[in-house]
């Protein structure tokens, strides 16, 4: 009777022995799935984390690699210490649209002076010739000179006359170069909207040095326009009576092909034997002058 009482005794802390063990193994698998939902949230955020920081690097990269390609050409000339620096902007296109005729021509102008920001007071100039007519739009101020052009130009083909359109804007900065930049962008934006095709530009900074430089100092200051371009010699003539070079950079997108190499930067000195001293052009891709 003692065994049997001992037995079920025996029997009974068993159960609740697995009862307790049941409910402890519960409860810490319990625990642990807490615990291991803790830890995904946070390897979660972390990874959100290291995501968003690496999205600011890069968006920081782009951004600071985009104002170098604007801003890199002026940069470079302003480095020089060049006196009275001035810069030109030159860009045309084809335009391909169909309001050619003589309003038609005014109103791209307008359009056009408007989203650069130029007020038109007055009417526009407009030549006719046989094979040219022109409306332009020119305006002198402080600081800039604008000079706007909508030209037809008929060519005989073969086939009979031809009659081609074109946009034409020139903008020179009198008093600083930094905007040059800006000017082309916003300029080639505005004509591809304007469905406008091969949209060439060029870009022309200019300043001086008091008194001859040397052919030794020309070299100084060149080879420091080169260094801060990244820029890579394609052709040069360095001598005092004709002093010329041409690159090209990775840091420019426009470039021109001669002779199977890449030019986007040309460096020219001359000598001003009226005011004695050293102008200096750097412009992209090529100066409009022949030198």
Request: with cysteine; aromatic share 8%; hydrophobic share 35%.
């Amino acid at each position: 009777m003692r065994d049997n009482n001992r037995n079920r005794y025996m029997k009974e802390e068993n159960v609740q022995r697995d009862a307790v063990g049941d409910s402890l193994s519960y409860r810490m698998r319990s625990s642990l799935r807490r615990k291991k939902k803790a830890r995904s949230a946070k390897l979660r955020l972390l990874f959100v984390l290291i995501a968003a920081v690496w999205i600011f690097v890069v968006v920081q990269a782009v951004a600071g690699a985009m104002f170098e390609r604007n801003s890199s050409i002026a940069t470079a000339f302003s480095a020089s210490k060049a006196g009275e620096q001035q810069g030109t902007l030159e860009i045309t296109a084809n335009y391909t649209g169909t309001d050619t005729d003589e309003n038609g021509k005014k109103q791209i102008l307008y359009r056009l002076a408007e989203k650069i920001g130029l007020v038109i007071t007055g009417e526009p100039t407009v030549v006719r010739t046989e094979a040219r007519n022109e409306v332009s739009y020119k305006k002198q101020a402080a600081e800039a000179d604008t000079d706007l052009r909508v030209i037809s130009l008929t060519k005989q083909t073969e086939e009979g006359s031809k009659e081609e359109h074109y946009i034409y804007a020139k903008i020179h900065l009198k008093h600083s170069i930094q905007a040059v930049s800006s000017y082309k962008k916003l300029l080639q934006n505005i004509l591809e909207e304007m469905n406008c095709t091969n949209i060439s530009a060029t870009i022309q900074l200019m300043g001086s040095y008091e008194g001859y430089l040397t052919v030794a100092r020309r070299n100084e200051v060149t080879d420091e326009i080169l260094e801060a371009m990244g820029g890579k010699i394609a052709y040069e003539h360095r001598e005092d009576d004709l002093y010329t070079v041409y690159a090209y950079t990775a840091l420019l997108d426009d470039y021109i092909i001669v002779e199977g190499k890449k030019i986007n930067l040309h460096i020219a000195m001359s000598k001003d034997e009226v005011n004695y001293r050293t102008i200096v052009y750097l412009a992209s891709p090529i100066l409009p002058d022949t030198w």
